[in-house]
């Protein structure tokens, strides 16, 4: 009988997304999401925090993984890089769910974080390309 192999499953990078992307969405749908599906465009503004959440666990994970098989140091910076990321876009999805008015293309605020989040999916495309 094959049981389940934690190597196996890290390894396999579109699984694990998914997992992440399950995990972190139906966590955070109920308590912060589900409360303001109906304030309009509020509800992409959460989104994009809860991206930019679900691609940083993403990324922590797998350089904890890459440090398991290295075992360098830089792989325990980036570790807790990644990690501070989450930590900074878990405060402000919270902080956002105080402001029920947002205008995503107007606010050098909302540009910020589209950039912020379009650089840690930058890092996440990289690591599925194969160069």
């Not at 309009?40 to 098989?69: C, D, E, M, Q, R």
């Not at 980036?78 to 956002?96: R, S």
Request: glycine share 6%; proline share 3%; no cysteine.
């Amino acid at each position: 009988m094959d049981m389940f192999s934690y190597q196996r499953f890290a390894n396999n990078k579109p699984v694990l997304l998914i997992a992440v992307i399950v995990g972190v969405v139906g966590t955070l749908s109920v308590p912060v999401l589900w409360p303001h599906v109906y304030h309009g465009a509020h509800i992409y503004h959460l989104l994009l925090h809860t991206a930019g959440i679900v691609l940083s666990v993403f990324l922590a994970i797998l350089s904890v993984n890459a440090y398991y098989k290295m075992r360098t140091k830089k792989m325990i910076i980036t570790t807790v890089a990644f990690m501070v990321f989450t930590g900074a876009e878990f405060v402000q999805l919270m902080d956002a769910t105080k402001t029920h008015v947002y205008n995503i293309l107007e606010s050098p605020s909302e540009i910020a974080h589209l950039m912020m989040l379009g650089m840690i999916g930058l890092l996440a495309l990289a690591i599925f390309r194969r160069d």
